[in-house]
């Protein structure tokens, strides 16, 4: 699953509204029998929910992102474990 990058307008920021949606969206995932969640986002941002860089598991971005920026979050343990490749989104993804 891939999660797109989460923003939420300044004037609405650190109040726990990022947190909460990606927590949320996470525990959906879970619940729906994804084992891995990809997201291009801030590499200070998203490590806090457990991602790391994707490259770890061998996993590329289909286009040219910085590597830190490129993050997957596996849901159970091991759950990337021998998964390699580019990642391919869907066409609505690119819209």
């Known amino acids: 699953m891939a999660l797109a990058p989460v923003s939420v307008l300044p004037e609405y920021q650190d109040r726990g509204i990022g947190t909460n949606l990606i ?27 457990g991602f790391k ?7 590329k971005a289909p286009f040219d992102v910085p ?14 474990d ?7 989104y869907a066409k609505e993804f690119f819209e």
Do not use: C, Q
């Not at 860089?53 to 996993?59: C, D, M, N, Q, V």
């Open 82 to 88: 021998g998964v390699t490749g580019t990642v391919v």
């Open 53 to 59: 860089p994707a490259s770890k598991w061998g996993i």
């Open 23 to 49: 927590n949320k969206s996470i525990n959906i995932a879970k619940k729906l029998g994804y084992k891995s969640v990809i997201v291009l986002g801030h590499e200070n941002y998203y490590p806090r929910f």
């Open 67 to 80: 590597d830190e920026s490129f993050m997957a979050l596996e849901l159970n343990d091991g759950s990337l």
